[in-house]
C-alpha cells in the first residue's frame, strides 16, 4: 500500500455521497479466525462437500453440528480487530454507508457497525429444519442437537452451498452497491457469486471501486485502486489519510 495510492482513495472518498462495504474472512483473519481459501483455510482441510451442504448434514447431522459448533465457539472467543473498528469509524462519516458482508462470525455487529447486511448468514443463530422455529444452542452441546417443540434437526443459520442467499439481504446489498459513488472490497477472494457480483454492479454503475487485500484476487484487474496489505493496518491507515485530506 503506497502513500500516494491511500491519497488517491481518500480523495475519492472525501467527495462520495454513499459508500458500500464488501467484506469476507479476510477481515476477521487478525481476530484468528482461518479463511477459506488461503494455504491454511478451512476449505484445504476440510471438504465442503462433507460440511457445508443440506445433503451433508442429513446424512451425518453430528459431524456438521460438530464442526459448526468448533467454528461457533472461535467467533464468540474472537475479538474485533483494528479494521473491523475503522470501519465503524468510517460510517460514522457518511449518511449512506453499508457494510455488506459474506462473514458469519457477527464480528462486525459486535465492534459496533450497524447497516450490516449479513448475506450468509450469522453462525451464532440455529433453526430447526422443520418447523423453522429459531433455537438455541449451548456452546458446549455435544449431542446431536433436536428441536425443543418438534425434534426436528437444529441446524445453523448460515447459507450452504446450493442455497439461495436470503432474497431480501441480497436485494437490499445490490441497491446498496449499485448507488455507492465508493465501493471497498475487503479482506475476500470475490470468488463467490452473487456475493463476488457485488463490486463489479457497482463498477457497472460508475462507483470508485478499491480492494484491501494481502494478495491479488479475481477483481484485482479491474478495480480502480488495490491496496495490498492487511484489511487491520490498511484500514486504519486509510482513516488517518482521509482525516489529512479532509482538514
Ligand atoms: P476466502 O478464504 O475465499 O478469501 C479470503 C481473502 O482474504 C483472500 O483473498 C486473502 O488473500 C485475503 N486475506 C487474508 N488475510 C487478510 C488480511 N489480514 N487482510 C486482508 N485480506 C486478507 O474468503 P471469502 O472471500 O470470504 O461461503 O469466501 C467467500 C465465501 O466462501 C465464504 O463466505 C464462504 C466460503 O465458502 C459460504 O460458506 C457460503
Known amino acids: 500500500?503506497?502513500?500516494h495510492d491511500l491519497k488517491i482513495v481518500a480523495e475519492k472518498l472525501r467527495t462520495a455521497a454513499s459508500v458500500a462495504v464488501l467484506t469476507g474472512a479476510g477481515i476477521s483473519a487478525e481476530s484468528g479466525?482461518?479463511?477459506?481459501?488461503?494455504?491454511?483455510?478451512?476449505?484445504?482441510?476440510?471438504?465442503p462437500e462433507e460440511l457445508a451442504n443440506v445433503n451433508a448434514f442429513l446424512s451425518n447431522p453430528s459431524l456438521v453440528q460438530l464442526w459448526y459448533q468448533s467454528r461457533r465457539r472461535a467467533s464468540v472467543e474472537a475479538e474485533p480487530n483494528p479494521g473491523h473498528l475503522a470501519l465503524v469509524q468510517l460510517q460514522q462519516r457518511w449518511n449512506s454507508f453499508t457494510l455488506i458482508t459474506q462473514n458469519v462470525d457477527g464480528l462486525h455487529k459486535r465492534a459496533g457497525s450497524t447497516n450490516v447486511i449479513e448475506l450468509h448468514g450469522n453462525i451464532l443463530r440455529n433453526y430447526c429444519i422443520d418447523c423453522r422455529r429459531e433455537a438455541t444452542l449451548s456452546l458446549d452441546a455435544s449431542e446431536i442437537s433436536r428441536c425443543l417443540v418438534c425434534g426436528g434437526l437444529i441446524r445453523p443459520d448460515v447459507v450452504w452451498f446450493g442455497e439461495q442467499l436470503p432474497p431480501a439481504a441480497i436485494s437490499r446489498a445490490?441497491?446498496?452497491?449499485?448507488?455507492?459513488?465508493?465501493?471497498?472490497?475487503?479482506?475476500?477472494?470475490?470468488v463467490v457469486f452473487p456475493a463476488a457480483d457485488l463490486p463489479i454492479a457497482a463498477k457497472r454503475n460508475g462507483s470508485f471501486v478499491v480492494e484491501i487485500n494481502t494478495e491479488e484476487t479475481a477483481i484485482s484487474s479491474m478495480v480502480d485502486v488495490s491496496l495490498r496489505g492487511q484489511a487491520g493496518a490498511v484500514l486504519p491507515a486509510l482513516l488517518r489519510t482521509l482525516d489529512e485530506v479532509t482538514v
Open 1 to 3: 500500500m503506497s502513500k
Open 33 to 47: 479466525l482461518a479463511t477459506f481459501r488461503d494455504p491454511d483455510g478451512l476449505w484445504q482441510q476440510f471438504r
Open 174 to 190: 445490490y441497491d446498496a452497491a449499485s448507488s455507492a459513488d465508493a465501493f471497498l472490497s475487503i479482506g475476500t477472494s470475490a
